[in-house]
């Protein structure tokens, strides 16, 4: 999840303040976890 999440997430956007972060990473999960294919 690491690789896949945040060192993408944190190169792409400078967060302000932590529910930024949060939220953005409350979509990835969600993405990853229900939308994304599952092999």
Do not use: A, G
Not at 24 to 34: D, G, I, P, S, T
Request: glycine fraction near 0%.
């Amino acid at each position: 999840m690491k690789t896949e999440c945040y060192d993408v997430m944190y190169r792409r956007k400078i967060y302000r303040k932590s529910d930024e972060i949060q939220r953005e990473l409350n979509q990835w999960l969600y993405f990853y976890n229900r939308e994304r294919p599952h092999s």
